[in-house]
């Protein structure tokens, strides 16, 4: 839980946030999500790194039916938080799962450091050093769009220490760069997140995430993003998602999928066209980038015993858009997967 002084300065910054929020007729949060309210209690583990003093904070959900003795760990992508899988840590939990769902540094309620080198690995070590706080061991790694890109890299790091891997709509199954997407400097990277606008965010939502589809209950996610990109602390939360995108452009995982030796899941919105720096890309090089359907096919072919799942209907987030048949399917494999 929130420490007394980080309390303090947690409740002046949500008054702040509220204030802007009143004068801009919009929502307004802090810069650790300060004012937005997660669906279970959010826990504090702080620990340092890279000299800076960090908090990482998570929801560690009980089994709500009999326990299985399991532990599923569910790691959000780039423009999500833990609290947007709440659909499916209540499944997981009613199946009798203990669930893990932390925010990574640099987003959501965790810390955004003044100076950090973001790395695949350091969020993977993170992760690793939170599971061993909580005393988490061989969890099914669930990782959506970044978050598959920093499970994949787990699984490669800690494969005695994976139960499974899961990869849900993850980005990163091809190489943007290696293709032709020209390079953005960090100071761009942070001028485009600067550039971040509730209508921006529903209008790629709405295309990438849902396949062209909306409905009201998406509008929260919407106001989590844009209260957080034009709260108080707009500033520190555009460097540390400058420095992010910078990472997942030069970082790819796709070379190493055929040394993951753990039990491996694909659950895969065929809608989804996700290729980070997409529009800066030339039309020839856009046309090739983000064919998810054959992107499946290649990832399931590359990582060793690979199982695919189809959402044929659903875009880049198939546990928002269509929770009750996504987290039936997640539920079903793995009663099988990593026993």
């Keep these: 839980m929130h420490g007394p002084g980080r309390a303090l300065g947690a409740g002046l910054l949500a008054a702040l946030a509220l204030a802007a929020s009143a004068r801009a007729g919009a929502p307004s949060y802090g810069p650790e999500l300060q004012g937005f309210d997660y669906p279970f209690p ?50 997981l939990s009613s199946a009798g799962w203990r669930v893990v769902a932390p925010d990574q540094i640099g987003f959501c309620k965790s810390t955004k450091p003044e100076r950090y080198q973001y790395s695949f690995q350091q969020l993977a070590a993170n992760t690793h050093a939170l599971l061993a706080s909580l005393g988490v061991k061989n969890p099914v790694l669930v990782g959506h769009s970044t978050g598959g890109m920093i499970a994949a890299r787990y699984a490669l790091m800690y494969p005695g220490e994976t139960g499974a891997l899961v990869l849900v709509n993850p980005i990163g199954l091809e190489d943007w760069k290696a293709l032709g997407v020209p390079p953005l400097s960090v100071d761009q990277w942070i001028e485009r997140e600067k550039a971040t606008t509730a209508d921006r965010i529903k209008a790629y939502e709405q295309a990438t995430y849902y396949a062209g589809q909306w409905r009201p209950e998406y509008d929260r996610w919407v106001a989590m993003l844009a209260g957080l990109m034009q709260g108080p602390g707009q500033e520190t939360v555009a460097r540390n998602l400058g420095l992010i995108d ?55 072919a590359a990582i060793p015993g690979a199982q695919l799942i189809e959402f044929p209907d659903a875009g880049h987030a198939p546990q928002i858009q269509d929770p009750a048949r996504f987290n039936a399917a997640l539920i079903d494999a793995l009663a099988r997967l990593g026993q």
């Excluded at 560690?60 to 840590?89: M, Y």
């Excluded at 055929?258 to 895969?268: D, F, Q, R, W, Y």
């Design 42 to 91: 959010v826990r504090d583990f702080a620990f340092s790194s890279q000299g800076e003093a960090l908090t990482m904070r998570s929801m560690d959900v009980a089994p709500s039916a009999p326990a299985n003795g399991r532990t599923a760990v569910l790691l959000h992508g780039k423009n999500f938080c833990a609290a947007t899988w709440e659909d499916t840590i209540r499944a």
């Design 246 to 300: 910078d990472m997942i452009y030069t970082q790819p995982v796709v070379y190493e999928f055929p040394l993951i030796k753990v039990p491996t899941l694909l659950m895969i919105g065929d809608r989804d066209v996700t290729a980070i720096g997409k529009d800066v890309a030339p039309p020839a090089v856009r046309a090739r980038l983000g064919h998810y359907p054959e992107l499946a096919q290649t990832t399931k």
